[in-house]
C-alpha cells in the first residue's frame, strides 16, 4: 500500500517505455520510408546532389551507427536540425509548444469543469431535461470530426456573425507581449498588457471549445455513467440508512467513488487533445507544436518530425503516468 | 416448448429468455434504435452508391464549378465542378472499406498478439506488453500521421497506419482473456492428455476471446473513421481525385466563407455515420452489461 | 395494548417495474414488533424479506415503489413523513446492517471517518471532535473489536469479514437505536463467525434496549435468538407467533413444510421437499399465493386471500383451513 513504491516504479517503466518510443521513431523516420533524400529533393534530382545531401546529413552511414547517434544526440538534448527552418529542432520545440500546452490547458479546464457538472448533474437528475440535454451534447461530442466543428464555428461566429477573432492566437496588428513562459495569457498578465490579454483570451475560446468539446462529452459520459453505478451500491445504502441528506450523500460518498474512472478518463482525454491539438491548430492556424509536426511530415522533414513526436510522446507518457499516480492515491486498492 | 409451431428443446430456454430480453432491450432505447438505422443506412449507401449517385465523382467540369446547392446539385459543386452529393456517396464506400479492413487487420493482429502473450505468460508476456506500452505512449493521430507519412499518403496506407495504431487495444483484451482461460480446468485437462500449445490456443483460448474483441471492434467503428478523416484532412491519407469525406473537408477550407457547403457536406456525412457507430456501440455495451440487464 | 408495540407493519404493499412487468413483492405484510423483542422473519429467497426491511427504512428505490400500508414506528406512520423527518428516524431510532459487511462500507473512506460520521448525525456532534472520536472508542471496544485506533485508520477492504460486520454493528449502534434491522447479516460469513456475531448482537441489543427485526433464512439461527417469528412466503406473511409454539406447533402447511425439511441428527426417513417452485411474482397465484404447492389446498384457496386469524395465544396464521374453521366454530 504504499505510494512511493509505486512511483517508483511506475518511473523506471517510463524510462523503459521511452526508450522503445526512440526506437519505434527512430525505425519509422529511417527504416520505413524508401527514399527519404530522393522525396526531398525530388525525383529528378541528379545522383551526386543526392549522394552529397547524404552525406551531409550523415544518411550514408550505417543504420546501427545512426542509430546510436541519435540516442547520444537525444540524451545530450541534440534533436538534430530542421530541413525546413534550418534551426535546431530542440529550438523549433521550444519556440512552438508553449501554444499548444496553453491550448490545451485551457481545453482541459473547460471540459473537466463542463464535463464533470454535466455528469453528475445528468446522474442525480436521471431521464429529467438536463439528463437529456446532457447526453444528446455528449454524443454528439464524441461523434463529430474536431476538424469539422472547428470550421463550422469559425464560419459562423468568425466570418459570417463576426464575435469572435479569426485564426490565430493574436489579432495581427497587435504587438504580443513579452515572451517569458511562451503563454499569452500568462505572459499579459506578467507584462501588465491588458490588450493583449483580452485579445489572447478572445482568440483561445474557440480553439479551446473545440478542442475540448470531445473531451467534455467523454467526461460527462464517464461521469455519468460511473455516477450511476455507484449510486446502486450497498454503500450509498448504508450511508443513507444513516440519516445522511442526499446532498451529502452525493457529496461525500459517491463522488469520490465516481470520480475513479472520471481521472483515468481526464488522463486519456488529454492524450486525445494532444492529438486534436493537431488537428484544430490547423484550422485556426495556431502556431503550436501540432501544426509543426503537420508541415514538418507534409515535406519530409525528418528531423523535425523525430523530434516533435518525441517530444509528444514523452509528454503524453508524463501525463499519463500523473494520472496513474492520483488513480492510485484516490483509490486506495490501486496501491499494488 | 415452441416456437413458431417447431418444438424445440426446454434446455434452449434460458437462451432464447435471454435473447428475448435483448431484444427487448433493443427496442426499448430509442438512441439505439437511432443507431441501428444510421448504420444500416450506411451500409446500404456504401453498396448501392454507384447506382445511386447521379454524376461521376471525380470527373470534373468547370463550367459548373462552385454553385450552390441545387435541384441538380444537392449537394453543390467543388472548384472543380465535381457534384459533392456523388463524392459524398462515393466516399462512404471508402469509409467502409476503411472500417472493415482496419478492424480485420488490427483486430486480427492485436488479437493474436495477446492471446500469445496471455498464454505463454512470463518474458513473453513481458516483452510484447512493454512493446504495446510503446506503442500506446503516442497518442493515436500523431502515430498514424507518422506511419502514413513515411511511407507515403494513399488510402492503402492510412488503412495500414491505423491498423498499426490500433491493435494494440484488442492485444490487451485478448490478453486478459487468454489469462482467464488459461487457468481453466480443462485446459490442464488438455495439456494432460498431451495437446499441444498450438491447438490449446487456437481450439480453446481464441474461441473464447473472439467475443469481447468484437465488441470492442464495433465500439471503436466511429473512431477509426474519425481517425482516418483526420488523416484526410492533413493530406496524409487518401489523395486527390479520391472521394475520402476528411480530405473533401479539407478541400473546401479556402473557400469556406462564400462557398460552405465543399466542406459542411462531408463533414455532415462523418458526423452522422460516427453518431450512428457511437449509438449502437453504446447501446450494445448497455445490454452487455450484466448489472444494467433488468 | 397496541401502543406498547414499536413497530406495526400493516397492509403493505410494495411493487417493482421491471421489462416483464409489475413485480408484486409485497402483497399486504402485516406484523408486529413490540419492545425489547428479538423478532425473526424466516422464508425463502425472493420471499420478500429484504424488501420489508428496506420499506421500513424508507430506502426502496426506483424501479420500486412503496403502494399501500402503514408502518407505525413508536406511534408515527413513517410512510406520511417528510424526507427530511425521515432522515431523522434513519439518523436517530433505526439501525440497519446488511449481508455483505465490506460492500456495506465506502472503498475510499477510512472506517474512523464513516463511524464518526454516524455518531455525529444520531449525536448532533461535530464529525472532527474529540467527543466524536471517544464516542467511537467506546462502542469499537463494546463490539470487541481489539486496538481501535489502529482500526480506525484502517480502510475496509483491510478487514476480515467478521471484523466488517463489527463494524457496521457498532455504526448502528452509535445511535443507541430503538430497532435494529439486521439483513441476513452471517449468511457471507464463516460458520465460527458468524455465532460469535450472533451472540454479540443479543448480547448488546438486551444491553441497549433494542428491538431487533433479524432476517434469515436458516432456522436453526432463528430457533436459537428469536422471541418470536415471522413466516413469510412469496410476498405475504403467513404465520407468526413466539418461536416456541412455531417450532412446536406449526400449522401452516407452508412452516411445516420448511420446518420438515431441516435435516435431523438420526433422521432416516428421506427429507421431505416442498413440491413446486417459488411462482413468478409478475403473475402470481390468485387468491393465497401458496395454494399450487399445497397439499391441503381447497376451491376457497384459489379464489380468496386468506385473512390473518389468531388460532391460540399470539399465534397467526393466514390459511383457510383455520378461517374456516374459525367460521365454523
Given at each position: ?21 526512440l526506437c519505434i521513431v527512430f525505425i519509422i523516420a529511417n527504416v520505413i520510408p524508401a527514399d527519404p533524400i530522393g522525396a526531398l529533393l525530388g525525383g529528378n534530382a541528379p545522383p551526386e546532389v543526392v549522394d552529397e545531401y547524404k552525406k551531409k546529413l550523415g544518411l550514408d552511414k550505417p543504420l546501427a551507427e545512426r542509430f546510436v547517434s541519435y540516442l547520444l544526440g537525444v540524451l545530450r538534448?541534440d534533436l538534430g536540425v530542421s530541413f525546413r527552418t534550418n534551426r535546431p529542432v530542440l ?205 514538418g511530415y507534409?515535406v519530409l522533414d525528418y528531423p523535425a518530425v523525430m523530434g516533435g513526436t518525441l ?26 | ?145 507518422a506511419f502514413?507519412a513515411a511511407m507515403g ?142 | ?329
Amino acid at each position: 500500500m504504499n505510494l512511493l513504491n509505486f512511483i517508483v516504479r511506475r518511473l523506471l517503466l517510463m524510462v523503459l517505455v521511452l526508450f522503445g518510443v526512440l526506437c519505434i521513431v527512430f525505425i519509422i523516420a529511417n527504416v520505413i520510408p524508401a527514399d527519404p533524400i530522393g522525396a526531398l529533393l525530388g525525383g529528378n534530382a541528379p545522383p551526386e546532389v543526392v549522394d552529397e545531401y547524404k552525406k551531409k546529413l550523415g544518411l550514408d552511414k550505417p543504420l546501427a551507427e545512426r542509430f546510436v547517434s541519435y540516442l547520444l544526440g537525444v540524451l545530450r538534448g541534440d534533436l538534430g536540425v530542421s530541413f525546413r527552418t534550418n534551426r535546431p529542432v530542440l529550438e523549433d520545440i521550444k519556440k512552438f509548444f508553449p501554444a499548444t500546452m496553453e491550448l490545451a490547458i485551457a481545453a482541459t479546464i473547460l471540459s473537466v469543469i463542463l464535463g464533470i457538472w454535466l455528469g453528475v448533474a445528468s446522474a442525480v437528475n436521471r431521464n429529467k431535461g438536463i439528463d437529456h440535454f446532457a447526453r444528446v451534447f455528449s454524443i454528439l461530442g464524441v461523434s463529430m470530426p474536431v476538424f469539422w466543428t472547428g470550421l463550422l464555428l469559425l464560419l459562423i461566429f468568425y466570418y459570417k456573425l463576426d464575435i469572435l477573432p479569426g485564426p490565430g492566437r493574436l489579432d495581427i496588428f497587435l504587438t504580443p507581449p513579452k515572451r517569458i513562459t511562451g503563454s499569452i495569457v500568462i505572459d499579459s498578465l506578467l507584462t501588465g498588457n491588458w490588450e493583449a490579454l483580452k485579445n489572447g483570451l478572445l482568440h483561445l475560446i474557440m480553439p479551446a471549445f473545440v478542442l475540448g468539446y470531445s473531451a467534455t462529452a467523454s467526461i460527462a459520459r464517464i461521469t455519468r455513467a460511473s455516477m450511476l453505478d455507484v449510486l446502486r451500491q450497498e454503500y450509498i445504502t448504508t450511508a443513507r440508512s444513516k440519516g445522511l441528506e442526499e446532498r451529502k450523500v452525493v457529496r461525500n460518498h459517491a463522488l469520490r467513488n465516481a470520480l475513479i474512472p472520471t481521472v483515468t478518463i481526464i488522463g486519456l482525454t488529454f492524450g486525445s487533445l494532444l492529438e486534436g491539438a493537431v488537428l484544430t491548430e490547423t484550422v485556426f492556424s495556431w502556431p503550436g507544436l501540432g501544426r509543426y509536426i503537420t508541415n514538418g511530415y507534409l515535406v519530409l522533414d525528418y528531423p523535425a518530425v523525430m523530434g516533435g513526436t518525441l517530444y509528444i510522446a514523452f509528454i503524453y507518457s508524463l501525463v499519463n503516468l500523473i494520472v496513474d499516480i492520483i488513480y492510485a492515491f484516490l483509490d486506495p486498492r490501486m496501491r499494488v | 416448448m415452441r416456437i413458431l409451431g417447431i418444438p424445440v428443446p426446454e434446455s434452449y430456454k434460458p437462451m432464447i429468455e435471454d435473447l428475448k430480453h435483448t431484444m427487448y432491450l433493443w427496442r426499448k432505447s430509442r438512441l439505439t434504435m437511432v443507431g441501428t438505422i444510421i448504420v444500416l443506412a450506411f451500409l446500404m449507401v456504401a453498396i448501392v452508391a454507384p447506382f445511386v449517385a447521379p454524376y461521376d465523382p471525380i470527373e470534373q467540369n468547370l463550367k459548373e464549378k462552385l454553385l450552390p446547392p441545387s435541384r441538380e446539385h444537392l449537394f453543390g459543386t467543388d472548384q472543380f465542378g465535381r457534384d459533392i452529393f456523388s463524392r459524398v456517396l462515393y466516399g462512404s464506400r471508402i469509409a467502409l472499406w476503411i472500417i472493415l479492413l482496419v478492424s480485420l487487420i488490427s483486430g486480427g493482429v492485436g488479437t493474436m498478439i495477446g492471446v500469445f502473450s496471455g498464454y505463454f505468460g512470463g518474458i513473453v508476456d513481458e516483452i510484447l506488453m512493454r512493446i504495446t506500452d510503446m506503442f500506446l505512449a503516442f497518442p493515436g493521430l500523431v502515430l498514424a500521421m507518422a506511419f502514413a507519412a513515411a511511407m507515403g499518403p494513399s488510402l492503402t496506407n492510412t488503412i495500414i497506419a491505423i491498423s498499426l495504431v490500433y491493435w494494440t487495444r484488442y492485444a490487451r483484451l485478448a490478453r486478459a482473456e487468454a489469462m482467464r482461460v488459461k487457468n481453466m480446468e480443462y485446459i490442464e485437462a488438455e495439456k494432460a492428455i498431451g495437446a499441444s500449445h498450438l491447438r490449446i490456443i487456437f481450439l480453446h483460448v481464441l474461441p473464447m476471446c473472439i467475443s469481447p474483441v468484437l465488441v470492442q471492434l464495433t465500439l471503436r467503428m466511429g473512431t477509426i473513421i474519425l481517425t482516418a478523416a483526420g488523416l484526410g484532412f492533413l493530406g496524409l491519407g487518401a489523395q486527390p481525385p479520391t472521394p475520402e469525406w476528411g480530405a473533401m473537408v479539407s478541400d473546401g477550407r479556402n473557400y469556406l466563407v462564400d462557398q460552405w457547403w465543399i466542406s459542411t457536406f462531408p463533414g455532415l456525412a462523418i458526423a452522422i455515420v460516427v453518431l450512428g457507430f457511437n449509438l449502437l456501440g453504446d447501446g450494445i455495451r448497455d445490454m452487455l452489461d450484466p448489472r444494467l440487464r433488468r | 395494548m397496541e401502543d406498547s408495540k414499536l413497530l406495526s407493519v400493516r397492509n403493505l404493499r410494495v411493487i417493482f417495474r421491471t421489462y416483464r412487468g409489475i413485480v408484486k413483492a409485497l402483497n399486504g405484510v402485516n406484523f408486529e414488533i413490540g419492545r425489547e423483542e428479538f423478532v425473526g422473519i424466516v422464508g425463502e429467497t425472493g420471499c420478500g424479506k429484504s424488501v420489508t426491511a428496506l420499506s421500513i427504512m424508507r430506502l426502496i428505490q426506483q424501479p420500486g415503489e412503496i403502494i399501500d400500508g402503514e408502518i407505525i414506528f413508536d406511534g408515527t406512520d413513517l410512510l406520511k413523513l417528510s424526507e427530511d423527518e425521515m432522515r431523522k428516524v434513519r439518523g436517530k431510532e433505526i439501525a440497519m446492517i446488511f449481508q455483505e459487511p465490506k460492500v456495506s462500507l465506502n472503498p475510499v473512506l477510512k472506517v474512523g471517518t464513516q463511524l464518526k460520521e454516524a455518531v455525529s448525525i444520531a449525536d448532533g456532534i461535530p464529525q472532527k471532535s474529540r467527543e466524536a472520536e471517544e464516542k467511537v472508542m467506546d462502542i469499537l471496544d463494546a463490539v470487541g473489536l481489539p486496538d481501535p485506533k489502529g482500526l480506525m485508520n484502517k480502510y475496509p477492504h483491510e478487514l476480515s469479514g467478521g471484523m466488517a460486520q463489527r463494524v457496521m454493528i457498532a455504526m448502528g449502534l452509535l445511535k443507541k437505536p430503538k430497532l435494529l434491522i439486521a439483513d441476513e447479516p452471517t449468511s457471507a460469513l464463516d460458520v465460527t463467525i458468524q455465532a460469535q456475531i450472533l451472540n454479540l448482537i443479543k448480547d448488546l441489543v438486551s444491553k441497549f434496549r433494542t428491538s431487533v427485526l433479524f432476517i434469515t433464512h436458516d432456522l436453526g439461527v432463528v430457533a436459537e435468538y428469536s422471541d418470536r417469528v415471522v413466516i413469510m412466503y412469496a410476498g405475504n406473511v403467513v404465520e407468526i407467533g413466539d418461536v416456541y409454539t412455531i417450532f412446536r406447533n406449526p400449522v401452516h402447511p407452508y412452516t411445516k413444510g420448511l420446518l420438515n425439511a431441516v435435516p435431523r441428527i438420526g433422521q432416516r426417513e428421506p427429507l421431505e421437499t416442498i413440491p413446486g417452485i417459488v411462482p413468478d411474482l409478475v403473475h402470481p397465484p390468485s387468491g393465497c399465493r401458496f395454494h399450487p404447492r399445497c397439499s391441503k389446498a381447497m376451491e376457497v384457496c384459489s379464489k380468496e386471500f386468506p385473512e390473518m386469524v389468531e388460532v391460540e395465544k399470539d399465534h397467526f396464521v393466514a390459511c383457510h383451513l383455520f378461517t374456516r374453521g374459525e367460521k365454523n366454530g
